[in-house]
């Protein structure tokens, strides 16, 4: 046991013995003689938040990471005393805090200890820059795992690691490198079967020690603010990562052909050549939404201006593009030319919108357009000025959708690739540094882009990009996981970044498919493309100097796989809409883990490769040359191979046979996958028949379909059509059960069902009670049928 002498010695300071606690409502309130307040905060019975003032002060009560939307509310709170402890108990969790030394701990309602704190909350002073480093050390339970925490480019569980969080524009990262481009302080703990979150909402720099440094010890500490975290309880990991999503919020529902495949580059330019790659899709048959324009479309990289001699006339080369079915998507940087002939910088110089340092210059730094200057985002006026900006952009011209990049904010030539850390910032009324504001910069770039543009493209719906993040980002915008290397490495790298980032509530995540560095070859661009296409946001980008990276740069075969992969997003863009639906409104992540998906088996909590792509569908990708196939762990239950309708047991690992044209692809029993013809882009077809395609199981499975207009908020005033299939299958026997919900009528008469898997052949088929002849519904062999009505019942009886 250390002791308080100790600590004391190494020039922390801890809280001694409490001597006053009050109670406010959903407030508890602690403190000791030394002038530590411990502010606890019910939000449910199962979320506690905790925060540490010292000399008796707290900070203004601000956060941009926490959604307004967050639902709270608990059903019980009692505060009991001993001579030793305070007991709080609420409807899920037992919580003691020691009146010695304010320590806390937690256990379940069993008496199972679930988080407890080993110092606990101490700090130490910062006489450089003023106020604490903050810190709070816990013990590490026995046999305990750690997820989630962003972008971090490392083994999935972060047992025996050390990270911290300070978004950076990394060029080429390593495996393993950190800090990356987001900040997310949000990690899960899974021990004894139960998980727990902890986010620690703080935009400076943090760190965390996942028993790196002392074996049994957790810990995380940040240069400044306040120590301020949330205590999640599962104690399902599910019900973790949905009440984190809940706490920092979701996006509503992009457009759909945000869901579909889009290409990008450093940069297609000029006019000609974009139209080149648009006509190669189509010619091709090659499905694709959008098409990306990099910095190159500006004059000069000025943003919110055009390269005329390169895109002589934006509006009617968007337009045609347009008619095509190509949505275009642009650049647009932080940093602003120091130009006093430019427009944005006039406006930026008239209204004092640039960011200053400490003694008052403003900001400067080197971006692609050489000496900038910085818009202050965190200043709300300037993030009014800045969504207007996008007007003629949007309204005009009409590009659909930007991208915002270097947004951490990037600078070139200075070590620290960043700002100065005396740079001043607004943070919304609450005056401050570089090094409180940094981590959020980007987020409050991307918030102020998204609410230009979802002004500008009413009544469509907003679709932006961001490369910077914090904790909460995922409201305003999706994100692609930065500059990666065209390596087998960076293949294992994307697959885990998506993951986690999804299982830190940031599920409309992808990678720069077949890498932005360096180029691939076919074989690793064909796997990458494989599993780019189960990821939620699906585009391959590279820098261009290496050579093309368009689906067809390859050869013909990898052009086919290629086309085959994107043909299958195309089909599944029911199931993967449904996957957005559920995210959006129950913060359920579109990826799961497999530790996610199963935290009981215990085989799961080391595993990387393997994800459950919504909620019934099982990926492992190919992530070596010459494969044929590789070993992979099957998660418990049965599932089919989606090649072959083999039916596998799970519950271990087995070899799967993927040669090039295939990637190990499973589908739970009992499921219904929804499925749409395949279309050359979103909106292409009328849709005049859904497959379903359905999974024999002898037993119960629940599957779900959203559908609405695919754009525009016509969903929000109920007009969307969500179905529940109610699976239940017997020996000789199966029935499905709809409910329907919603006011949306979907454009389709019909539904195919194709069964997979049926253990007999069809002797009798009843839609809504009545037989139908087998003719009717033309049978088509054993296992295909077409229902030409919204059924509420179907009612197969076999042989
Ligand atoms: C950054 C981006 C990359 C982009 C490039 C040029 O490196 O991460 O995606 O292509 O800048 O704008």
Redesign the pocket.
């Known amino acids: 046991m250390i002791t308080n002498t100790e600590l004391e010695y190494k020039g922390n300071l801890y809280p001694n013995t409490i001597v006053d606690f009050y109670r406010d409502t959903d407030k508890l309130y602690f403190t000791t003689s030394n002038g530590v307040i411990l502010e606890i905060t019910i939000l449910r019975d199962s979320i506690i938040r905790f925060r540490y003032a010292t000399e008796n002060i707290f900070e203004p009560d601000f956060s941009y990471a926490i959604s307004e939307d967050v639902s709270l509310g608990y059903n019980e709170l009692e505060v009991n005393e001993t001579p030793t402890e305070y007991l709080v108990e609420t409807a899920k969790l037992r919580l003691l805090v020691d009146k010695k030394t304010m320590r806390t701990q937690i256990s379940d309602l069993d008496g199972k200890i679930i988080n407890e704190d080993e110092l606990g909350f101490h700090w130490e002073e910062n006489y450089e820059h003023g106020g604490n480093t903050v810190k709070m050390s816990k013990i590490t339970q026995s046999a305990e795992s750690f997820y989630g925490m962003g972008d971090k480019a490392t083994h999935s569980n972060l047992k025996g690691k050390r990270v911290s969080n300070w978004v950076t524009d990394q ?1 080429a990262y390593g495996k393993d490198q950190d800090p990356l481009y987001k900040a997310i302080p949000f990690f899960i703990g899974l021990h004894n079967n139960k998980s727990y979150g902890i986010f620690f909402d703080n935009s400076f720099r943090t760190y965390f020690d996942f028993a790196h440094e002392r074996r049994n010890i957790t810990s995380f500490w940040a240069d400044g603010g306040e120590m301020n975290y949330y205590f999640i309880y599962g104690p399902q990991m599910d019900q973790v990562v949905k009440s984190y999503t809940n706490l920092t919020g979701t996006p509503e529902l992009p457009p759909m052909w945000a869901m579909g495949y889009h290409q990008s580059k ?1 940069s297609y330019y000029p006019e000609s050549n974009v139209r080149e790659i648009a006509a190669n899709f189509r010619k091709l048959r090659i499905p694709c939404d959008a098409l990306y324009l ?2 190159d479309y500006m004059d000069g990289f000025r943003c919110f201006t055009w390269d005329k001699s390169r895109f002589p006339d934006p509006k009617k080369m968007i337009s045609d593009l347009e008619d095509d079915g190509f949505k275009t998507v642009v ?1 647009i ?1 932080p940093g602003i030319k120091i130009d006093k002939d430019y427009w944005v910088y006039q406006e930026a110089v008239e209204n004092d919108y640039f960011c200053k340092r400490a003694d008052g210059p403003y900001m400067k730094g080197k971006v ?1 357009p050489g000496e900038c200057n910085f818009p202050d985002f965190t200043n709300p006026q300037v993030r009014e000025w800045w969504a207007e900006l996008y007007k003629e952009m949007m309204s005009e011209t009409g590009v659909h959708a930007v991208w915002n ?2 947004n951490e904010p990037a600078v070139m030539e200075v070590p620290t690739k960043t700002a100065p850390l005396d740079t001043r910032h607004d943070y919304d009324g609450h005056p401050c540094s570089h090094r409180k504001a940094h981590n959020i910069y980007g987020m409050q770039m991307v918030r102020a882009t998204y609410d230009g543009i979802k002004k500008y493209v009413y009544p469509k719906r907003p679709f932006v990009i961001t ?1 910077a993040a914090f904790a909460g980002t995922q409201r305003f915008a999706s994100t692609w996981t ?2 990666n290397v065209a390596t087998w490495e960076h293949l294992w790298i994307a697959n885990v970044q998506a993951q986690r980032m999804c299982m830190s509530g940031y599920s409309f995540v992808g990678s ?1 498919i077949g890498g ?1 560095a360096e180029q691939p070859n076919g074989e690793l661009f064909a796997r990458w493309i494989q599993l780019g296409v189960f990821h939620p946001f699906c585009r391959v ?1 590279s ?1 261009g100097d290496h050579g093309d990276q368009e689906p067809w740069s390859f050869d013909n075969e990898v052009t086919d796989i290629v086309r085959k992969f994107i043909e299958i997003r195309y089909q599944l863009l029911p199931y993967l809409y449904t996957m957005f639906y559920r995210y959006s409104k129950d913060g359920i992540p579109m990826l799961k883990s497999l530790v996610h998906y199963d935290q009981e088996d215990h085989q799961t909590h080391f595993r990387t490769d393997e994800f459950i792509f919504g909620e019934q569908i099982l990926i492992c990708p190919v992530q070596e040359p010459n494969a044929q196939g590789r070993r992979m762990y099957i998660p418990r239950g049965t599932w089919y191979n989606y090649w072959t309708d083999e039916v596998v047991s799970g519950g271990m690992e087995k070899w799967v046979v993927a040669s090039l044209d295939k990637i190990p692809f499973f589908v739970k029993e009992g499921a219904i996958i929804p499925k749409y013809p395949i279309q050359q882009y979103v909106g292409e077809l009328d849709i005049e028949e859904l497959q379903l395609d359905v999974y024999y199981k002898n037993g119960v499975e629940t599957s779900t379909v959203y559908e609405d207009a695919q754009d525009g908020y016509d969903y929000k005033k109920g007009r969307y059509s969500l179905r529940n299939f109610n699976f239940k299958g017997k020996e000789k026997e199966l029935v499905i059960n709809q409910f329907k919900d919603g006011s949306f009528i979907t454009s389709y008469k019909t539904f195919r069902l194709n069964f997979h898997g049926l253990p007999f052949k069809m002797k009798k088929i009843q839609v809504d009670n009545e037989t139908v002849d087998l003719k009717d519904v033309k049978l088509n062999g054993s296992n295909n049928i077409q229902i030409s009505k919204d059924f509420t019942v179907l009612h197969i009886i076999g042989a």
Do not use: A, C, E, Q
């Open positions: 060029y450093w990099d910095i650049m940087d692609w990049d270097m490369r930065g500059d720069d932005f980008h820098s």
